[in-house]
């Protein structure tokens, strides 16, 4: 089963020891709170030990202002959970941004208000306490010919975060998740393991400073809609890698990209968000 979301490998292997699990629902929206807690239990579910919050919302609700806006504030408070406090952020677009199903991290990290070159430069125009954010789009091994891991390492190395945020387009084993479930976690993040492109994980371990991981599913396998929709079938091996995406994606990724760019922007500055947007856009 391809998957990045930790919500669907508990639920393939059920019953299991290790873990903590809780679910709330607040104004029609779910939010599960997955706690991988042993190593015998990140091994069975393939995810590093750590903590998975998911929210999930109806496709409507992306397209929706308000409802965008209401998901995002709940996105930032369980991204202040896991960040507590932070006055140097990097934030970093993970995906190839010429691959529409790809681009979400990209569009997410243009829409993060940085202030790093204010604090540098013009400091005296910042509200006081205002965080050091900075802002970066990786690209893709095939397009750089340098691994996602060594970029960020170096970029970490020399901006000296406090924490580093990492946003990806996602992989899902099921067809409902596609495009309304958000997925943040503290272990880390593989680029394209959904898919099958294993690269170096951006960790905790690797980077030296807390890594938060956001996400949301933007495709399926061909395999995952022909088992949803047959109890008997065999699929033909020359089609098993294909990797499918609604034909809208370009509307869905543009929605997405400010819910989280929101979720983020509200747990770096919080009551400065507003006034911040109208001096630095």
């Known amino acids: 089963m391809r998957t990045d979301l930790a919500m669907e490998s508990k639920t393939a292997v059920r019953q299991l020891d290790g873990i903590r699990e809780e679910t709330e629902r607040s104004d029609g929206i779910l939010i599960t709170r997955i706690d991988v807690l042993e190593q015998a239990a990140a091994e ?3 995810k590093p030990i750590g903590r998975y919050v998911t929210i999930k919302a109806g ?43 790809d681009s979400l991290g990209t569009k997410t990290a243009e829409y993060v208000l940085v202030t790093r070159h204010i604090h540098m430069h ?28 060594e970029v960020v390492s170096a970029l970490t190395e020399r901006i000296k975060p406090d924490v580093v945020i990492l946003i990806d387009s996602l992989a899902a084993a099921s067809t409902e998740h596609i495009g ?21 994980m ?25 088992r949803e ?24 990724v543009k929605d997405l990209s400010r819910v989280l760019s929101d979720a983020i922007n509200l747990m770096l500055f919080g009551d400065r968000y507003d006034s911040l947007e109208k001096l630095l856009r």
């Not at 309304?180 to 170096?200: E, L, W």
């Not at 807390?210 to 396998?221: H, L």
């Not at 109890?231 to 990797?243: G, Q, R, S, V």
Request: hydrophobic share 45%; with cysteine.
């Open 44 to 46: 069975r579910l393939d």
């Open 59 to 101: 496709l409507d609700d992306f397209t929706d202002r308000d409802r965008r806006r209401t998901i995002a504030q709940m996105l930032s408070n369980e991204l202040h959970a896991m960040v507590k406090s932070a006055q140097n952020a990097m934030i970093v677009g993970l995906g190839n941004r010429y691959v529409t199903a």
């Open 122 to 149: 013009m400091q005296d125009v910042l509200p006081e306490g205002t965080p050091i954010t900075s802002a970066f789009c990786a690209n893709v091994l095939g397009i750089t010919g340098m691994e996602t891991a």
């Open 180 to 200: 309304c479930v958000i997925q943040c976690n503290d272990s880390g993040i593989a680029p394209g393991a959904g898919v099958g492109n294993f690269r170096t």
């Open 202 to 226: 951006l960790t905790r371990e690797l980077l030296n400073v807390p890594v938060i991981a956001v996400g949301v599913p933007t495709v399926v396998s061909a395999e995952t809609i022909v």
């Open 229 to 252: 929709n047959c109890t008997d079938f065999h699929m033909n091996p020359k089609w098993a890698d294909l990797i499918v995406t609604p034909k809208d994606v370009d509307a869905m």
